[in-house]
């Protein structure tokens, strides 16, 4: 009963292999990447993680990107090219040519499409759509990129600069400068000469600024072309004086100054310093008169 009772296990031995050059399998392969990733386990998870890039060549000597390197590229930026005011101008010479000497539909076709009955022509300076002969905007250059920075902000700390002292210390975002550097639009303005003190006017050698010249001295006393006394005088844009009757003869026949000869355009003021002397001195006269 002993031996009835006993269990019999049998176990099936694996055989070995032999090596065959004739059998090619990956098994090898991963049992050799297991036994790596087991003695490396004391890495980072981050290099386990990591996966390794290869890149196939094109197999070409020509280089990457455009054949021209980009030599014709354009700004892609701006309105496109069939939706701008260029082309919608366009749009309405073609339409306005298509609807010429046709009885009128009642079709609205937009506000851009009405009927011009004054049409532009081509001109040298280009086709009649183009913005050097039509009015409005002006389809922008395809080959600039401008970067402007307009320095009317400088960021500068007042307080810094005028007293030298500044609350916030170095935790100021202001920049710390007492330096008396103009700003590029000022130096901009002196160079156009359109400031106030500029040019030859700041040099340092230049005593003539400092006179101070008497109102008797610039106001003349006769008029220039008819050599009499000024009735109702004017002045024109170049500080002349003239009898309001003289001048309008002059300009009937030249529009420029009978004394300079810069373009006048028309322009003649009443000259109020004048009439205003003139005035004084016949006070003057009378007083001494009367006297």
């Not at 919608?88 to 609205?108: P, R, T």
């Amino acid at each position: 009963e002993a031996d009835e009772e006993t269990t019999s296990v049998v176990v099936v031995h694996d055989k070995r292999k032999k090596a065959n050059p004739n059998v090619q399998s990956t098994s090898a392969l991963r049992k050799r990447q297991a036994r790596a990733s087991n003695a490396d386990s004391s890495h980072s998870s981050e290099d386990e993680d990591s996966v390794g890039l290869s890149y196939k060549s094109k197999r070409s000597a020509q280089p990457e990107g455009p054949r021209d390197q980009g030599a014709t590229a354009e700004l892609e930026i701006e309105t496109e090219k069939d939706r701008d005011a260029q082309a919608i101008y366009q749009k309405s010479i073609d339409i306005n040519k298509e609807l010429e000497g046709k009885e009128d539909d009642k079709v609205y076709r937009g506000l851009n499409n009405y009927t011009q009955f004054f049409k532009k022509k081509d001109s040298a300076q280009g086709n009649a759509a183009s913005g050097m002969v039509r009015k409005g905007p002006i389809r922008a250059p395809a080959n600039i990129r401008s970067t402007v920075r307009w320095d009317y902000q400088p960021d500068i700390c007042k307080d810094y600069k005028e007293t030298g002292y500044c609350g916030f210390g170095d935790s100021c975002k202001f920049l710390h400068d007492r330096s008396d550097y103009k700003h590029g639009w000022q130096m901009e303005q002196e160079g156009t000469g359109s400031g106030h003190n500029h040019g030859a006017d700041d040099s340092d050698g230049d005593d003539t600024k400092y006179e101070i010249h008497s109102d008797d001295e610039e106001l003349p006393f006769k008029c220039y072309i008819c050599r009499e006394s000024f009735v109702d005088p004017i002045v024109t844009k170049c500080k002349h004086y003239f009898c309001e009757r003289c001048a309008l003869a002059q300009y009937k026949k030249s529009s420029r100054c009978a004394i300079c000869g810069v373009q006048t355009n028309g322009m003649f003021n009443p000259a109020k310093e004048l009439i205003a002397r003139l005035k004084t001195r016949e006070m003057e006269e009378h007083d001494s008169e009367s006297d």
